[in-house]
T-cell receptor, first 114, second 113 residues
């Protein structure tokens, strides 16, 4: 089944403890992206990647890192999480970076930083 | 000013009603436009892309007005299953790639029997 998977789905952690949220797609997609969704603010793009080893900042990259060493994986790294990073995170992928391509979203990761 | 603005609603309409949502965007160089649908606590899913000439998919019609920098979504003959949050999505970068994408805050629709 073609899909985008994220792990973990739920995570409660403490301030300063490094964590990684994994994202993997099995559709051989070139474009991948991370978003966070907060009440009243909607979805905001954190980072995106047009292909392997090509990443760019989105609207709210501060406090996050990403890497794209393989086409299928696009992990989101929080080196020192803070409470303001408590949010619902979505990973998405698209066949390539062409303007009208559909994005396929993962199921989301709900992160709480205490 | 937010790059993409939507009326958050909520819109509460009876089954069979016609409802329209609008979305404005800030960058006249934007190249691609979409409407996504998000059910409660679920991931967003593409409803339809919005092309310059406007496009229709069954009961859904999307329009783009570049001069006024807004896009619209019209839903005819509303169904209970249309209840969801509708997200306006715009590529605000110059060029023909997905690049950076901006989402509106979403418009909540509830269709009642």
């Amino acid at each position: 089944e073609a899909q985008v998977t994220q792990n973990p789905r739920y995570l409660i952690t403490v301030t300063g403890k490094k964590l990684t949220v994994t994202c993997s797609q099995n559709m051989n997609h070139e474009y991948m992206s991370w978003y966070r969704q907060d009440p009243g603010l909607g979805l905001r793009q954190i980072y995106y990647s047009m292909n392997v080893e090509v990443t760019d900042k989105g609207d709210v990259p501060e406090g996050y890192k990403v890497s794209r060493k393989e086409k299928r994986n696009f992990p989101l790294i929080l080196e020192s999480p803070s409470p303001n990073q408590t949010s619902l995170y979505f990973c998405a992928s698209s066949a390539d970076g062409r303007a009208y391509n559909e994005q396929f979203f993962g199921p989301g990761t709900r992160l709480t930083v205490l | 000013r937010k790059e993409v603005e939507q009326d958050p609603g909520p819109f509460n309409v009876p089954e069979g009603a016609t409802v329209a949502f609008n979305c404005t965007y800030s960058n006249s160089a934007s190249q691609s436009f979409f409407w996504y649908r998000q059910d409660c606590r679920k991931e967003p899913k593409l409803l339809m892309s919005v092309y310059s000439s406007g496009n229709e998919d069954g009961r859904f019609t999307a329009q783009l007005n570049r001069a006024s920098q807004y896009i619209s979504l019209l839903i005819r003959d509303s169904k209970l299953s249309d209840s969801a949050t509708y997200l306006c999505v715009v590529n605000l970068d110059r060029g023909s790639t997905l690049g950076r994408l901006y989402f509106g805050r979403g418009t909540q629709l509830t269709v009642w029997p």
